[in-house]
Every structure is written in structure tokens, then in C-alpha cells.
């Protein structure tokens, strides 16, 4: 069943298009990421969800009722921002049954949903504290319960864990996660942290000026990007990309910097591309480098850069004249101008249009 319907909306500010008739259809009970960069649309795209902002064209349901001109408080649905906008002089009690008593609710009701929004969120010693007296991550939780309150089927997340340091983010991370899988309502988190969306969404929305450029599951995404685009988007450290040409002649060969690597093994998406310009990408955790595996491409390499990351280890060589990384365990990292064999399946690559960007 179908939660929220996206169908043709656009939105203009005077001559320039924020959202370009943008169509998303999000299921019942699904967690959906946008993701992107500052100024995709991302956010904008939400407020006109929520009804903050009012679209240009297209239309939108929540539930299969048309809220395209529907006020925010009429569309049932429960949002949380970036900041935690309290009210600094109401305890965390006041602030959570503030809306609710505005609304004319009965006394007992307020009272237990706001009992059922602090056990879920784990608030309940902090109920008749005020604001000053909580840590950040206390207060998102604070943010999100104001919204748990309500009882709606939708609620929506604009960036919320953004202002915490790493370790909070991290933990209120998983604590969106369990709380989405308790509830079971329909989720729109809006983040730029390609690592929030991998590890919260069913889909992942990545934008990029007003469009969806791919919209799919997170394995789908990171394994098959559409574009080259999507591809340095997703993936920390960041995919490689080598320059070339696919070889006309014969088996198809990407060739560049007089190293040729078989694509035999590639899904192309069509009949093999020859002759042409191209993009291969191949995510350093997809490359090994000493393994004594027998890779489908191997060639030796000089070590030259060595970046410590805890667990893992980032080793850059060069094709040619060409960057590559490679992520490997610590303890078997060589050292810098060490020679190493790296190799790696061209199945597990992603091949791109030089010039549209798209995957071959």
C-alpha cells in the first residue's frame, strides 16, 4: 500500500527550478533516505511534504488523500529538525504535551502518550527536566518524541542528528533504526551522510538539482550505480576511477595507461560499447593487494601512500599515471615504497560514458 504519493511536482523560486518533476512513490512502513548535497533539493522536497512549502506543480497524497494544499497540521504527520527548536523554560514533560494541549486533547491522553513516547525513547528519568539540563543527544530525543506524540502514520526527519558529534550520531542512529522497527510507520530522513542513509533505509533517493538520480536499495545502489555521479557519491573511502577506452577488437578490454583489464565478466547493461571513452570504477574494498589470490587483472604497483584508519588501512599505488586505492586489514599493510601485486575481479567494477556519465 502506498503512504505517501509523489506525482510531477516542481518547485520554482522566481526563474530557478529547486524540484523538477520529481515522482516518488513510497510504500506503507518504509524508511526512505533523500540523500545528496547541499542544495539537491533534498530538504525542499520534505517541506513540501510536510506542507511548509507550497509547490509549483504536481500533486501530493499522503495516504491516499490529496494534501497538495492541505495545511501541515491536516496532512498527519510528525516532524523533526535539524534543530531542536525547545521551549527552553517548559521541562522535557511540558515540552512533549505542548501540542497536544493546544489541541484541546484530554488530560488522561496526554498523559499517556507522552508515558509511551518516553519509555520508547528511554526519556522517562528525564521528564521533569528542562533543556539547559540535557546533552544534545537528550535533546534530539526530546525533538523526536515531540513528534512520537502525535500518533501519526508519517513522520519526517530534516537532518536531525547533524549537530551531534560522531559518537551521538552513531548512537541515536541505531536508536532511529530500533524505533522504526518497533513502530513500523512510514519514515522520510533527509541526510547528506552517505552513512546514515546505507545503514537506515529500505530506499535511498540520491538527488542532485531538483532530480532523483537513483532511486533504489542500499546494496543496489552501492553495488549498481546508475551513474558515475551516484557512484563517488556513495562509498567511503571513495570509488576509483580510471580513465580509458573500451577496445574494439576482440573480447571487450578496458585499456588505460598500457594495463588492459578484461570485462568479459561485466554485466554490461547492453551489448558491449568498442572504441569508446570510459570510466572504470572499483571500490578500494574491492581491490586486495599481496592476497595470492589469482585475480582476473593483477599487476605490481609501488606503495605510495600509506593512511592508517584503525581496523583498516588505505594503501594508494598508481596504474600508470592513475590513482589507486586499496583498503586492506592493518596488520598486513606494507609500508610506503613497498611493491605490491594488486588485483581484483572487474565483475565487482562499475563501467561508465565518458561523456554522459552513465553506466555501460
Not at 97 to 111: H, Q, T, V, Y
Not at 199 to 214: P, W
Request: aromatic share 6%.
Amino acid at each position: 500500500m502506498t503512504s505517501i504519493l509523489i506525482k510531477d511536482v516542481s518547485l520554482s523560486f522566481g526563474s530557478v527550478d529547486v524540484l523538477k518533476s520529481l515522482n516518488l512513490d513510497i510504500a506503507d512502513g518504509e524508511f526512505l533516505v533523500l540523500l545528496g548535497p547541499s542544495g539537491c533539493g533534498k530538504s525542499t522536497l520534505l517541506n513540501c511534504i510536510a506542507g511548509l512549502l507550497d509547490v509549483s506543480a504536481g500533486q501530493i497524497f499522503i495516504k491516499g488523500k490529496n494534501v497538495t494544499w492541505a495545511e501541515p497540521k491536516d496532512r498527519g504527520i510528525g516532524m523533526v529538525f535539524q534543530s531542536y527548536a525547545l521551549y527552553p523554560q517548559m521541562t522535557v514533560r511540558g515540552n512533549l504535551s505542548f501540542g497536544l494541549k493546544n489541541a484541546r486533547m484530554a488530560k488522561d491522553e496526554i498523559e499517556r502518550r507522552v508515558a509511551r513516547a518516553a519509555e520508547i525513547l528511554q526519556i522517562e528519568p528525564l521528564l521533569d527536566r528542562k533543556p539547559a539540563q540535557l546533552s544534545g543527544g537528550q535533546r534530539q530525543r526530546v525533538a523526536i518524541g515531540r513528534a512520537l506524540v502525535r500518533d501519526v502514520d508519517v513522520f519526517l526527519f530534516d537532518e536531525p542528528l547533524s549537530n551531534l558529534d560522531a559518537k551521538l550520531r552513531s548512537e541515536l542512529r541505531v536508536e532511529i533504526k530500533r524505533l522504526h522497527q518497533r513502530l513500523g510507520n512510514t519514515m522520510v530522513y533527509v541526510t547528506h551522510d552517505q552513512i546514515e542513509a546505507l545503514t537506515l533505509a529500505d530506499r535511498i533517493a540520491i538527488m542532485k538539482g531538483g532530480v532523483i538520480e537513483q532511486l533504489d536499495t542500499p546494496h543496489e545502489i552501492y553495488n549498481r550505480p546508475v551513474n558515475r555521479y551516484v557512484a563517488g557519491f556513495i562509498g567511503s573511502p571513495g570509488m576509483n576511477f580510471l580513465e580509458g577506452v573500451i577496445d574494439g577488437a576482440g573480447e571487450p578490454m578496458f585499456v588505460a595507461d598500457g594495463a588492459s583489464i578484461p570485462l568479459s565478466r561485466y554485466a554490461f547493461a547492453a551489448a558491449a560499447p568498442r572504441g569508446v571513452p570510459a570510466t572504470f570504477g572499483i571500490r578500494p574494498e574491492h581491490v586486495s593487494a599481496n592476497s595470492g589470490m589469482d585475480w582476473p587483472f593483477s599487476m605490481k604497483s609501488r606503495v605510495d601512500v600509506v593512511e592508517p584508519m584503525g581496523s583498516d588501512t588505505l594503501v594508494w599505488t598508481k596504474l600508470g599515471k592513475q590513482d589507486v586505492a586499496v583498503r586492506m586489514p592493518s596488520e598486513r599493510a606494507p609500508r610506503l615504497g613497498d611493491e605490491v601485486t594488486i588485483g581484483f575481479d572487474p565483475m565487482r567494477a562499475s563501467v561508465f560514458d565518458s561523456g554522459s556519465g552513465q553506466r555501460l
